[in-house]
């Protein structure tokens, strides 16, 4: 079965893309948590992180290089944004289709809720 990012990225399922080659797809979060939420995702599915190997260092390199390129085209370069790779439960996962999350567009505030003390 094709994973629910594998549709978008074949266009069998509508997705509004804003980047795309032979490797790479990023297309507009569904429930964005922030002005710009773009995922970018391998065109060529890997689980989670936990699943990646050697042959896919290229891959994941250059969807850290096509996150900057996006954030550079959406004009949230200079202001500053957050990549985040969400891995299985307690990371959050839901779509098991490895994603980088790139949000911005506003201040994000702390990367995460410390837990409170005593
Ligand atoms: P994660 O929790 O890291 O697995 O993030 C999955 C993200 O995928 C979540 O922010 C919502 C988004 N999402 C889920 N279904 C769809 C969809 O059909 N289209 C798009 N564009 N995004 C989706």
Redesign the pocket.
């Known amino acids: 079965m094709p994973t629910?990012f594998e549709r978008?990225v074949t266009g069998e399922?509508p997705?509004?893309i804003v980047y795309q080659d032979d490797e790479i797809t990023a297309?507009?979060?569904?429930?964005p948590?922030a002005p710009v939420?773009v995922?970018v995702v391998p065109n060529e599915p890997v689980a989670t992180a936990n699943d990646l190997e050697e042959r896919h260092d290229a891959v994941v390199g250059r969807m850290l290089r096509v996150a900057a390129k996006i954030a550079r085209d959406e004009g949230i370069a200079e202001s500053g944004y957050r990549l985040?790779v969400?891995c299985n439960e307690h990371?959050?996962?839901?779509?098991f289709h490895l994603?980088l999350?790139l949000v911005g567009g506003r201040s994000l505030g702390p990367m995460l809720p410390r837990p409170r003390k005593g």
Do not use: M, P, S, T
């Not at 297309?27 to 429930?31: H, K, P, V």
């Not at 990371?91 to 779509?95: A, H, K, L, N």
């Open positions: 629910l978008i399922l997705g509004d297309f507009r979060d569904i429930e948590a939420h995922l985040i969400n990371g959050g996962q839901e779509v994603h999350h």
